[in-house]
Nanobody
Framework: QAQLVESGGGLVQAGGSLRLSCAASGRTFEKYAMGWFRQAPGKEREFVAGIILSSSRTYYPGSVEGRFTISMNNAKNTMYLEMNSLKPEDTAVYYC?????????????????WGKGTLVTVSK
């Protein structure tokens, strides 16, 4: 399995920006897709952004589209999530994950490698 380690979380004011990183090691070549999920207090984990490694095609839910950008630096085996125009409702623990996209929906079940998460707090 791949090992994933997130970094870059922190406290930011509403309207600000943060960039999260996810360093991948191990059997990363087996992964078809990678993505970011988040879990806010008291809520279920939700999909935030995804990328297909072979094509670099990206996917976003409507709640973050236009504000978040996912990218991959293959030379560094590192995935990024650039987050702009942050809102208090973006506050959550952000997880990077690797696995499979079924062509219809990005799901937790499709991911078989997970990082431990990094906390993002957006103040009003």
């Amino acid at each position: 399995q791949a090992q994933l380690v997130e970094s870059g979380g922190g406290l930011v004011q509403a309207g600000g920006s943060l960039r999260l990183s996810c360093a991948a090691s191990g059997r990363t070549f087996e992964k078809y897709a990678m993505g970011w999920f988040r879990q806010a207090p008291g809520k279920e984990r939700e999909f935030v952004a995804g990328i297909i490694l072979s094509s670099s095609r990206t996917y976003y839910p409507g709640s973050v589209e236009g504000r978040f950008t996912i990218s991959m630096n293959n030379a560094k085996n590192t995935m990024y999530l650039e987050m702009n125009s942050l809102k208090p409702e973006d506050t959550a623990v952000y997880y990077c994950a690797g696995g499979w996209y079924n062509g219809i929906q990005w799901t937790e079940a499709g991911m078989d490698s997970w990082g431990k998460g990094t906390l993002v707090t957006v103040s009003k």
